[in-house]
């Protein structure tokens, strides 16, 4: 095992405008774990509750998925519902019922203190801090958080980011978290406070990597149809992490195709609900779409 | 001379959350023209009123722009007034003073009807057929239209379509135009009306390229301050044009590499307000930048 995410398990409730799917499989380490389950052998750590049915276990087992950190608990999963709006880039949350993940606490079991790749997931910095004390020097430390951290949690995610190596932000979160309005001076803030890679997510509009002076854009993959949002963002961070520590190797030529890597397992997740498309990849479709990007970007710099 | 643009010369007031400049220089035409003009000849088909300053006359001539179509009338310059919201993505228009401009009618001096490159600024469709039936055939005409004369006029700019090799459109006028929310479905609903090319630009998120089956995408050049993007539309249409005529070829490699000047010209546009950063340029500036598009989109495509 190269790689663990910590983060939640979920089932979806999602309202779009053309359908509406209710108590799907979702949640960050589903998304991340499918995802990054191309590229390399990942360990989950999660809790689900006794409603959890076999199977989503037999999907993640096929996926290579391995559960040993996935506990289960007394109680129901965590439940999450929301509503897109009509253009598929904004929704509102109807409910979040935190159900067993509101008592969650990551404990690791011993195989997995000693992988070289971790990804915390928009969790509690105290919680990602815990993660962090149970690993024996990681090589690489990726993490995702949010608005709700960012006002809520500021003093321990500002302990967390002096530890890590990269952030996944949205543009807003990256200006909220920096106090920026410009995407340049708000990633050279964020690098101030310690991780001296910052991905930039711009949903539709692709993210920016930049790693220490280099700058590397990646666009969204444009499609015909979205049908469900939900979980592009961890499939994006999967399919990213997942490249990385399949190829044991972080450097500029490995991040910039971990990008494209990325959006192209985050293109195939909004093509359907839940991991209804992501589950049945072959990685053949996947270097298709990474081709794909490549001739939508190349050009002759000879002029 | 390889190219002649046709359309508006102004002078602008623009106010950001920053600055306020009154009467500086604008419209279609010089953005245009002094973008191309680091590429190439062109020429000017537009109109001035006796209040044009010489200054502004000579700073065109210091680039070499062919003025044989630039006709002085009486009474005053166009004067378009505008101020924009704190994202400086989006503007209101204060006013809109057409004075001369609004009984210009385009006649082309004789040198300018065999040009092999022509670009029909954003002017009435009538005004653009106009132009068509003045140049002998021209190797590559290119379009911009707005959701005014999509609204207005959709008969005439229907008419234009079917004479033209590209059209330059944002998202939403392309939307409009073709009654399609997707971006694809919507761009083979454009191509299906007549051109073959079509750009769809998206401002501060960058433009795409579709050219029969093949898809080009140029990010935005991330840029600390924006100062004025007044113009930078048309200057991204001078610096595609000027690189095509200049190059004397338009094919998948020039298209590509058109795409990336016209985002690297109207990256300088935006620096400063009207043509001050665009007319202190080197040569060398503009390939540097080029060289960082290429830097900040490249990747190996063998994993």
Redesign the interface.
């Known amino acids: 095992m190269n790689l663990i995410v910590v983060g939640s398990v979920s089932f979806d409730t999602v309202e779009t405008p053309k359908a509406r799917k209710d108590l799907v499989l979702g949640g960050t380490a589903v998304f991340f774990s499918i995802a990054s389950s191309y590229f390399t052998r990942v360990g989950m750590v999660g809790a689900v509750g006794t409603d959890f049915p076999d199977e989503h276990i037999e999907l993640l087992r096929l996926h290579k998925v391995d559960l040993q950190g996935l506990a289960s608990m007394d109680g129901k999963t965590f439940h999450w519902g929301g509503r897109y709006h009509d253009n598929m880039n904004s929704r509102d949350t109807l409910f979040t019922h935190l159900n067993v993940f509101e008592n969650f606490s990551p404990e690791l079991p011993a195989a997995y203190c000693d992988v070289p790749y971790v990804f915390l997931g928009n969790i509690a910095p105290a919680l990602q801090l815990h993660v962090l004390d149970q690993v024996h020097n990681p090589e690489f430390i990726a993490l995702d958080t949010m608005n709700f951290w960012i006002d809520g949690a500021l003093d321990d995610l500002k302990k967390v980011l002096k530890r890590i190596d990269l952030i996944f932000v949205n543009d807003e979160e990256a200006m909220q978290l920096s106090g920026e309005h ?4 708000a990633t050279r803030a964020i690098q101030s406070m310690g991780p001296k890679i910052v991905v930039i997510k ?1 949903g539709e ?2 993210a ?1 990597l930049f790693h220490e002076d ?4 990646a ?1 969204a993959f ?4 979205v049908h469900d949002p939900t979980g592009a963002g961890d499939t994006f961070a999967g399919g990213f992490m997942g ?1 990385l520590a399949g ?1 044991k190797r972080v450097d500029d ?1 490995s991040l ?2 971990a ?3 990325g959006s192209t397992m985050a293109s195939y997740a909004v093509e359907d609900f839940s991991v209804h498309r992501l589950q049945k990849l072959q990685r053949s479709d996947i ?1 298709a779409r ?2 794909a990007f ?8 000879v ?1």
């Open positions: 410009n995407l340049l001076k711009k509009h692709g920016f280099a700058r590397f854009y666009p444009p499609l015909e149809e490249f190829c030529t910039r195709q990008m494209i890597y270097d990474f081709r490549h001739e939508m970007t190349r050009f002759d710099p002029a």
